[in-house]
């Protein structure tokens, strides 16, 4: 159940009067919305890139940025995905962030076995990685998630780790808990001007895990603030759950906290997930969902967060409806996305709207 900040859908939608996407309406109010892409899917349908141009005001790549695609072999980069959404990027005037760096997944056999080998391969490894990238989306893109989910999920998670503040991870074991500000420090390093972002899951609802992983995260910001480590923004990636509670001002208080440490907060990877009692009728899941995107979204943009970013635009491609782990116990895939599977808006797109121009 929401604590507060319910929303009341008008009675005719936003999305059957306004022709402006979501990117344009949430310009006006100083947010930047977009979305998570796919390069390959603007060649293979014109429904999607119609849908990227229209609604998302900057896009990030959903799997073209990670190490397994970028470095499949070592000192071997291929970029082809990467620069197809650059070059598609500039033709449509829209900006491109980066996801991600440095992640403890996706990564090659070779990679994971150099980094086994001593710290001074790792570090080199890491080092010759994050050079090369940046050097190369220096141009075009200005702002990358360098760290990604690095915080482990306490008892209680969906997925809890056995033990330790920080997720075991290849790049733990091989460099110890520096292997985050090394990372940092490489990409000032590489490109001086870039944001650098630490991008986290699990953090936004409230629930005992996740208040303390927002502990675990707000103390390993500090700590890296505090030793003057190179970070310029948080990512929250939202990664919402209807059966999980969520009450708006333990969220804004967050933000709020890391705020004061000086750095800017994003929304990255913005879905929902349905859960507990998913209603038969289609009308009631959307209001459900709708309700929970303005209840969030809301609070993040009233707190002063200035860029969300959903993680896909449809439900045609969501991950909800791709990947087992996710999947509703019935098959019927979840609709977390704004727009629904033949590219039409639903409530959740009329909610976004309200809530990124302060309605």
Do not use: C
């Amino acid at each position: 159940m929401l604590a507060s900040g319910a929303m009341a859908l008008p009675t005719a939608a936003l999305a059957q009067q306004a022709q402006s996407g979501l990117g344009e309406l949430a310009r006006a109010n100083g947010v930047t919305f977009g979305a998570a892409m796919q390069s390959g899917l603007l060649r293979q349908d014109a429904g999607y890139a119609a849908a990227f141009a229209r609604e998302a005001a900057i896009v990030v790549p959903e799997y073209e940025g990670k190490w397994g695609v970028l470095q499949p072999q070592e000192g071997r980069f291929n970029s082809a995905g990467l620069d197809a959404m650059m070059a598609w990027g500039r033709r449509a005037g829209r900006p491109v962030r980066g996801h991600a760096l440095i992640w403890h997944q996706d990564l090659p056999d070779w990679t994971k076995q150099a980094l086994a080998e001593s710290p001074e391969r790792a570090r080199a490894v890491m080092a010759a990685h994050i050079g090369t990238i940046l050097e190369h989306t220096q141009q075009q893109i200005r702002d990358w998630d360098v760290v990604n989910e690095v915080v482990a999920d306490p008892p209680g998670s969906d997925t809890p780790q056995a033990s330790g503040e920080l997720r075991d991870t290849p790049w733990l074991r091989a460099l110890g808990p520096t292997y985050i500000e090394t990372a940092l420090k490489l990409a000032r390093e590489a490109d001086p001007t870039l944001r650098l972002t630490l991008n986290e899951y699990g953090i936004e609802e409230d629930t005992p895990a996740a208040a303390e992983k927002r502990r675990r995260l707000l103390a390993l910001v500090r700590d890296l603030v505090s030793r003057k480590v190179p970070l310029d923004a948080v990512g929250l990636q939202a990664h919402l759950q209807i059966a999980k509670p969520f009450t708006p001002s333990v969220l804004s208080g967050f933000i709020k906290e890391l705020q004061a440490l000086g750095l800017a907060v994003l929304v990255t990877e913005m879905d929902i997930r349905e859960g507990g009692e998913v209603p038969q009728e289609i009308a009631a899941r959307d209001a459900l969902v709708a309700e929970r995107a303005y209840a969030f979204a809301s609070t993040a943009v009233e707190a002063g967060v200035r860029t969300v970013l959903t993680w896909g635009l449809s439900d045609r491609y969501s991950w909800l409806a791709t990947d087992p782990a996710v999947a509703l116990p019935d098959k019927r895939p979840h609709r977390g996305l704004p727009l629904d599977a033949d590219w039409q808006r639903k409530p959740m797109w009329d909610a976004l709207a309200r809530a990124l121009t302060g309605r």
